[in-house]
Every structure is written in C-alpha cells, then in structure tokens.
C-alpha cells in the first residue's frame, strides 16, 4: 500500500464525525500511518480536535451542516464516533461516492436499538432478550408486565448508556419513564426488554478489512447506569461461549458489512450466549487495549479501513477504570496522585474543555494479571479527584 504525508494534494484523508476521547486516539493511529485528520464534533475542543491536522465544529444532526463540511473537506474515509449523527446526511454522502465506515447502512441500524435488534433477532436468527418497542407511559408498563421485572428500560436512540435504567418492580416504572425521557438523542420510542440473569457481560471486538475478520480477548466490564467504569482482558470464559461468541459476532458484523472494528456486545450465562447491541466503531471498554494489545483497538480500526492486515500479538492481561468528574467546571483540573505513575500504571487524561457530573474525563490503565490488574484499577481510581 502506498503511503502519502498529510496536508498534500495526495493525502488520505479520514475525517471523525465525533471528537471525543476514542476519536482522540484513531486519529494519533490514523496520524501514524501519515493520514490527514478532520476532527468534526459540535463543541470546540474536543479530545481529537487538540491532535487532528483540522478541526471544525457543528451541529451533527444537521444534515445540510455536515453535507456541506464533507463535500468541502472532500475525505477518503468518513468514520462515524458517535451515535448523535444525522444519518440522512451520511445516506447523502455515500450516494455521492463518499465512503461511510462501515457503512451508512449499518450506522443506521446499530445506532438505533429498534432496527438493530429486529436485524439481529428477526433477519439473523440470533438469541436475545424478549423485548418491545413503545412510545407511551402505558405502553411500557403493559410491555414490563409481560417480559416480566425486574425488566431493563432504554431509548431506542442514546449513546453512553444515557437514559437506560432497570425497573425491579412497577414502583420503578414512572422513574425509569423520566430517566429515558431525559436523555440525550431521540427518546420518542423506547425498548423495553427481558432482564437476561446472565453471569457476566462481554464485549468482543470484532475487525473486517475486506478478506479476514479478526477477534481481540474477550473484555469483562461492569456498568452503572448503562455506562462503562471498569473493563479487564481478557475475560475468563468457556472454549464453548467464547466459540459461540464468536459466531455471533462474525453473524452480525458480516450481516452489517464494510470494514473497520466493532464492539459486540453480548451475555454470556453458562455456556448460552446472547447478543446485546453493537457499535460499528472502537469501544469505550476496549480502552484497555492501549495496554494489553501489540495494536489497540484504534490501531485495528484504521487498519481495518484501509484494508490493512489485522495481525497483533496480545501482550498479557490488564484492567481499566474511568474516572468521572463530580462537578461541574469550564475550567477543569484533575489531580492525580503520584502513585498511579508506575512501571504497570498508566493514566490518560482526555483533555476535555468542560467538566459535567459524570461526564468521563480520564481512564486508569493496569497492566497485570486480571485480578490483580482490576483489584488495583479499582483502589488506584479512587486516587484521582476534581481539583
């Protein structure tokens, strides 16, 4: 493959419709292969904007605003980052000639949990939750009452887990409602879906070039909220549910298509397994991948679109632990003790221009065995705080 510098008449160009921390470092990797980066988000800023060669800012969901950017900027690879993007205008620009990653198809569907579900429980065949689809407080309760409680609650469009709750019994329902109605993207329809009693949850990342499909270790996490705080790799499964994961997530990946990596994520109850959502992108839990990987999940991902071999050598186990800031700041400060410097430790501080409660603004990397690794994660967080 020939390789270009940026900021030529030649370059490649990849632009991120999406600045934020895991956009941050697919530029750094996109950068190290000589590609030029457009950072587009709709504040200014962001992570990726401080390394990308240009940056620019505006609404996401406006469909002539983006179309307009991308026909400016005219970019060999568009990668979406995030869920909050009018589809219609990457619809647009794919009909132009503009490539979409994976494709504007499979954003559509993965960025809506309505469509995406339907794909994968109606037209793959694959093993979910019972759920339904509603739009109305009554509705809901009707839809919790026949999956049963406790029942998990989520908008059909959100990203980060923002909105998801879990209703344990009728009594939660009117909070749940609020919360789902509160979050940001389109909360007109929500899902309401069978609590699956599973042992743990996965995400398996899955990359595609165009000739081979490669998976990392499986990576354990735990939410609160809908929202990843800590992940370990690999995660200690059976030869049989790891098989079977893999299955499903080279069914649905290869249902979706075009290239790129995907986070699939999945339940895992003994040896059953079943599919839970995916995001035709890198993943915030497979940030410890910076670590454990000889490529990360970024490095995979721009490899993966440029057609790339997927080859990596996994270097051993390791842990991550985000930290989420308690106030609320234009100007924010992070104090990290010293201790998280070690010879396994590491801290990435994403370099965010505002501070929100709970919004992510760092993340604790530990290289060791899994236990260890995430015992440690999980002491060492506490040791950042908002200055």
Not at 165 to 181: C, N
Not at 303 to 331: I, N, Q, W
Request: proline letters at 4%.
């Amino acid at each position: 493959m020939l390789f270009s510098a940026p900021l030529k008449t030649n370059s490649k160009k990849i632009m991120l419709l999406g600045s934020g921390e895991l956009g941050k470092e697919v530029a750094i990797e996109a950068q190290r292969l000589g590609m030029e980066v457009i950072a587009v988000d709709r504040y200014a800023h962001a992570p990726a904007h401080l390394v990308a060669n240009r940056s620019h800012v505006v609404n996401m969901q406006d469909k002539e605003a983006v179309l307009k950017l991308i026909r400016k900027e005219k970019p060999d690879f568009i990668l979406p980052e995030i869920e909050a993007i009018s589809i219609d205008a990457l619809f647009a620009a794919e009909a132009e000639g503009f490539c979409v990653i994976p494709n504007a198809e499979a954003v559509n569907k993965t960025m809506n949990r309505k469509n995406i579900r339907r794909f994968a429980a109606e037209e793959l065949g694959l093993k979910t939750s019972r759920y339904h689809f509603v739009s109305t407080f009554e509705d809901m309760c009707t839809a919790a009452e026949d999956v049963g409680f406790p029942c998990v609650i989520k908008p059909v469009m959100s990203s980060s887990g923002h909105g998801q709750s879990i209703a344990r019994s009728a009594e939660d329902l009117p909070a749940s409602w609020e919360m789902a109605k509160e979050a940001r993207g389109d909360a007109s329809e929500l899902i309401v879906e069978e609590f699956i009693r599973f042992d743990y949850e996965i995400t398996l990342l899955t990359a595609r070039n165009g000739v081979e499909t490669v998976f990392c270790e499986p990576i354990g996490h735990i939410q609160k909220d809908g929202d990843y705080i800590f992940s370990w790799q690999p995660m200690e499964m059976s030869k049989k549910a790891l098989k079977r994961s893999q299955k499903i997530a080279k069914a649905i990946t290869d249902g979706l298509g075009g290239k790129g990596l995907f986070g699939v994520e999945l339940f895992v109850r003994g040896d059953e397994v079943y599919f839970s959502e995916v995001s035709p992108r890198p993943h915030d839990t497979g940030m410890v991948t910076l670590i454990t990987q000889s490529q990360s999940e970024f490095a995979l991902h721009v490899r993966a679109v440029l057609g790339l071999p997927l080859g990596f050598t996994f270097y051993g186990d390791g842990a991550s632990a985000a930290y989420k800031s308690g106030v609320e700041s234009h100007e924010p400060v992070i104090d990290v003790a010293d201790e998280l410097f070690d010879e396994k430790t590491f801290v990435r501080v994403f370099g965010k221009p505002e501070a929100h409660i709970g919004r992510r603004m760092a993340v604790v990397l530990v290289f060791d065995k899994v236990n260890k690794a995430l015992k440690k994660a999980k002491k060492l967080i506490k040791k950042i705080k908002d200055a």
